[in-house]
Every structure is written in structure tokens, then in C-alpha cells.
């Protein structure tokens, strides 16, 4: 098991830009899988975008698709979500995930997963 912080979060105007991290505690970083979730309150949890071990491959919920860019830094043990362009229906908690299921066994079980949880950072969008 890996322990997650996630941070970067914050009041922003529609429009611009910001980027969360997610540290991750561990020498085993590299082999997990990672995930970006978010939670809006009275709604359930959503998967945002999710990240291969190596950082080759990538995923994306469609409505983030093209605004949002997740990315690793496996020396620095980070994982991190640009994302540009925001809108109010971004707001949420975005909370960040680590299992070290096999990729393709992870995206396929998308949005249901298992392994580590931060306990996220808050996005507010104003209009």
C-alpha cells in the first residue's frame, strides 16, 4: 500500500488553469497504476483520467477529454492532473488513486477500483 497526498486545489475563475499533484509515499510507486476521481457533493464519485505505471498509457473520462492532461513523475513519486480550461461543473473533490492492478485490468474495471486513496484536494469553478 501505498499513503497519497493530493494538493493544487482551489478557487478559480472558469476558464483557467490549475494543477493538482498527488505524492505518493513508497518505493513502489513506479508499479502502480494511478487515477484521478472526482466528487461533486450529492453526487457520486467520478474517474477523471488514469495513468499506466511507465506513463505510456493514458485514459480520460470523455468530459474531461482534451482539457485535462494527467501525467508521472515515478523519480519524484508524483502524479499529476493539468487541467485547463475549467468549468463550474468541475468542482468537486478530486481525490487520487493507486493500485497496482495490471493497466489493462484497471481501465476495464473503470470507475470501480481498489487499492489507495488520498483524501483529496477541493476544485471550486466560479462562473
Known amino acids: 500500500q501505498v499513503q497519497l497526498v493530493e494538493s493544487g486545489g482551489g478557487l478559480v475563475q472558469a476558464g483557467v488553469s490549475l494543477r493538482l499533484s498527488c505524492a505518493a509515499s513508497g518505493r513502489t510507486f513506479s508499479r502502480y497504476a494511478m487515477g484521478w476521481f472526482r466528487q461533486a457533493p450529492g453526487k457520486e464519485r467520478e474517474f477523471v483520467a488514469a495513468?499506466?505505471?511507465?506513463?505510456?498509457?493514458?485514459y480520460y473520462a470523455d468530459s474531461v477529454k482534451g482539457r485535462f492532461t494527467i501525467s508521472r513523475d515515478n523519480a519524484k513519486n508524483t502524479v499529476y492532473l493539468q487541467m485547463n480550461s475549467l468549468k463550474p461543473e468541475d468542482t468537486a473533490l478530486y481525490l487520487c488513486?493507486?493500485?497496482?492492478?495490471?493497466?489493462?485490468?484497471?481501465?476495464?474495471?473503470?470507475?470501480?477500483?481498489?487499492?489507495?486513496w488520498g483524501q483529496g484536494t477541493q476544485v471550486t469553478v466560479s462562473s
Open positions: 495513468i499506466s505505471w511507465s506513463g505510456d498509457s493514458t
Open positions: 488513486n493507486a493500485d497496482r492492478d495490471l493497466w489493462g485490468d484497471y481501465v476495464t474495471r473503470l470507475p470501480r477500483v481498489f487499492g489507495s
